[in-house]
């Protein structure tokens, strides 16, 4: 059975990190392009960035945003999402997702074959 689970999510004061780490089990992510993305509450969901398979460079929606950083760890199966200086506006469900097409990863939700139950961040102070 495929499945995602994402991890690392919690209450954490503005200007902290987290790092949010997706795992799988029944298939490896480093035969899928990953993404990441997020529902702020209210809004829909949105896409943060994705990382392709065979080790191409993550691509991210802004990368001038420069806070969150997409990388993985094929030893563990796993893809992590750092994300640093958080802010109030951060707050959301974050999400990853596995497409197992081909070419290069894509923000586009409906690419995406598999999800993850999604991973609470809180930023508060």
């Known amino acids: 059975q495929v499945q995602l689970v994402e991890s690392g999510g919690g209450v954490v004061q503005p200007g902290g990190s987290l790092r949010l780490s997706c795992a799988a089990s029944?298939?490896?992510?480093?035969?899928?392009?990953i993404g990441w993305f997020r529902q702020r509450p209210g809004q829909a969901r949105e896409g943060i960035g994705c990382?392709?398979?065979?080790?191409?460079?993550?691509w991210y929606a802004d990368p001038g945003e420069g806070r969150f950083t997409i990388s993985r760890d094929n030893a563990k199966n796993t893809v992590s999402l750092q994300m640093n200086g958080l802010r109030p506006e951060d707050t959301a469900v974050y999400y990853c997702?596995?497409?197992?097409?081909?070419?290069?990863?894509?923000?586009?939700?409906?690419?995406?074959?598999?999800w993850g139950q999604g991973t609470q961040v809180t930023v508060s102070s």
């Open positions: 029944g298939f490896t992510l480093d035969s899928s392009h």
């Open positions: 997702a596995a497409d197992t097409g081909f070419g290069v990863c894509v923000l586009w939700e409906g690419e995406y074959d598999y």
């Open positions: 990382i392709s398979k065979a080790g191409a460079d993550p």
